[in-house]
């Protein structure tokens, strides 16, 4: 049992990365456009709808509550996610591996929390334009490779330690 809970452990700590390369990817990309305050909450939106996740704090319920954000959510999603096979890839794989991480500790899930925590998510990621088709989850060691690849390459472009 340790063993596994090590691995679903890793799987979170990689999917974590993906989630904060992804929130470093598009800050970047809007940095020029957008104050350093709405470029983060910008990205924080788009990192929480792409995993199917709700605002973390009032700040980010308040920028989701308004619709020109949401707006502007899809947009960066189209713009910036969607054209780069890479990143539709390892979202792809994230939100397979949360849902593979989520049912493995939780076997006895209900219908209603698969639905909740596995198929919405991926149907989340098929209607931005994000699913890359295939279904198989990653190889646990391999998606781990990729995510903290994914994030040491956008800090070395970042020029973040």
């Known amino acids: 049992m340790f063993g596994k809970k090590r691995l ?14 992804l929130y470093l990817q598009v800050m970047h ?4 456009t957008l104050d350093e305050d709405h470029s983060a909450a910008l990205a924080a939106a788009v990192v ?31 713009e910036v996610l969607q054209p780069r096979d890479e990143l539709r890839r390892i979202v792809t794989d994230a939100v397979r591996v949360k849902c593979t991480v989520n049912h493995g500790r939780n076997p006895r899930m209900g219908p209603v929390e698969i639905r909740r ?3 919405d998510p991926i149907d989340r990621i098929k209607e931005l334009g994000l699913l890359v088709p295939g279904g198989d989850s990653p190889v646990p060691s391999q998606f781990i490779r990729d995510a903290t690849s994914f994030l040491s390459e956008i800090k070395t472009k970042l020029g973040r330690p």
Not at 8 to 21: E, P, Y
């Open 8 to 21: 679903f452990d890793d799987l979170t700590r990689a999917v974590d990365m993906v989630k904060i390369t």
């Open 29 to 32: 990309e809007c940095s020029s």
């Open 48 to 78: 929480n709808t792409v995993f199917s996740e709700p605002p973390t704090g009032s700040i980010g319920e308040t920028f989701l509550s308004q619709p020109e954000n949401m707006a502007r959510v899809r947009e960066v999603i189209g």
């Open 117 to 119: 925590q596995c198929l």
